[in-house]
């Protein structure tokens, strides 16, 4: 990928799109309220709901993964709602601050860096929280390359509250597996920049009967991102307002490749491309972020070596190689790099990322 004047993209999204994707997103605009866009929303929300492994009513929304997060928020928890936000790093800090913003009574459940969230802390504090109307979570932790035991999470909170379950699953859906039916999940946010192989632009959610149930009771002032207005013009073939087309364009392609090859198959591809990328690291004698059961399918985090210069190291690698990594977030800055495998990918994409890491980090430590 990295030959020639492309570089080899390599952070957690957005993604490198394939040459066919990327025609796709060339291609004339269509009307966004004529019968040719109805078609194609109508097999996109079937094909979602598919990967989503779920009956629940499901919306594309023109905007970033934030903007489905804020409609979680929005459309089911009214100020003062009692909320118990799970962190373990950059995102679902970011989901407690909508939550915040938006008036809730938020309790932190917080965990370290590197670790994910523990079930039996998660039941203690909805033993002391009662009245809890919704938890609100990240599955899959891109800043720290860890993924939170969403299906024993859900149990946990399922055997003791009645709470909304909240995901955000912006770095982690369509590429690793979200039962949303049988781990009684009642709003999912992704977007398109992830593992759906689309460009930014299009966020996706979908909606329990339960979360329909929370928003008739909602209080929270909303408009761009009212749900409502989204099934209201989804029963007509139309977005509410205008979409981002090319996305869409991109995503529909993308949705109806995974439908095809199988959401198991596509599980199985992600997981074993992840464990060849965390296998290259150790090889190189570096650690990981995660411990090794939580680690993501998604994007692997990569501790650096004492002495090492991040920033430096992330320029270097992308000067002299032509490889893009990510860094490390907030208190992580310039201590760990990433390594996005997500999506579109092939095992030579990985081994280039992983040879120009290795390579650069011997040239900084003088021993080459």
């Known amino acids: 990928m990295s030959n020639g004047k492309q570089p080899n993209l390599r952070i957690p999204g957005p993604v490198p799109l394939p040459d066919d994707v990327l025609d796709l997103v060339g291609s004339q605009m269509i009307n966004h309220r004529g019968p040719e866009y109805a078609d194609m929303l109508d097999r996109m929300t079937a094909n979602l709901r598919t990967?989503?492994?779920?009956?629940?009513?499901?919306?594309?929304?023109?905007?970033?993964?934030t903007g489905a997060m804020e409609t979680a928020v929005v459309n089911t928890i009214s100020p003062g709602d009692k909320v118990l936000a799970i962190s373990i790093g950059v995102f679902g800090d970011r989901f407690r601050e909508i939550a915040e913003a938006y008036g809730a009574d938020?309790?932190?459940?917080?965990?370290?860096?590197g670790h994910a969230a523990d079930p039996a802390r998660l039941a203690e504090a909805l033993k002391a929280l009662p009245g809890c109307k919704a938890v609100i979570l990240t599955h899959n932790e891109s800043s720290t390359g860890v993924?939170?035991?969403?299906?024993?999470?859900?149990?946990?909170?399922?055997?003791?509250?009645?709470?909304?379950?909240?995901?955000?699953?912006?770095?982690?859906?369509?590429?690793?597996?979200?039962?949303?039916?049988?781990w009684g999940i009642d709003v999912v946010a992704t977007a398109?920049?992830?593992?759906?192989?689309?460009?930014?632009?299009?966020?996706?959610?979908?909606?329990?009967k339960k979360a329909w149930a929370a928003y008739e009771q909602c209080t929270t002032p909303k408009y761009y991102y009212d749900i409502k207005q989204y099934e209201d013009y989804l029963k007509i073939g139309q977005p509410p307002f205008t979409?981002?087309?090319?996305?869409?364009?991109?995503?529909?392609?993308?949705?109806e490749a995974m439908v095809a090859e199988g959401i198991e198959t596509i599980f199985e591809r992600h997981h074993t491309i992840a464990d060849h990328t965390r296998h290259g690291a150790r090889s190189l004698g570096l650690?990981?972020?995660?411990?090794e059961r939580y680690a993501s399918d998604t994007v692997t985090a990569i501790r650096l070596p004492e002495g090492i210069d991040g920033k430096e190291f992330l320029a270097?690698?992308?000067?002299?190689?032509?490889?893009?990594?990510?860094?490390?977030?907030?208190?992580?800055?310039?201590?760990i790099f990433r390594i996005g495998h997500m999506g579109w990918m092939e095992m030579a994409h990985i081994d280039e990322a992983l040879e120009a890491a290795g390579r650069t980090l011997r040239e900084m430590q003088g021993k080459n």
Request: with cysteine; hydrophobic share 45%.
């Open 51 to 65: 990967v989503f492994m779920t009956t629940n009513d499901a919306y594309f929304i023109t905007s970033s993964g």
């Open 106 to 113: 938020v309790t932190r459940l917080e965990f370290e860096l």
């Open 147 to 182: 993924a939170n035991p969403l299906k024993e999470l859900c149990e946990v909170i399922h055997a003791e509250s009645d709470a909304l379950i909240l995901v955000d699953a912006v770095s982690s859906a369509a590429g690793m597996p979200i039962a949303v039916d049988a």
């Open 192 to 208: 398109s920049q992830k593992s759906w192989i689309a460009p930014p632009g299009i966020a996706m959610v979908t909606f329990s």
């Open 243 to 255: 979409p981002c087309l090319p996305a869409m364009f991109a995503l529909d392609k993308s949705l």
């Open 287 to 291: 650690e990981l972020v995660p411990e």
């Open 316 to 335: 270097r690698v992308k000067r002299d190689y032509n490889v893009i990594l990510g860094g490390g977030q907030k208190s992580l800055t310039g201590k």
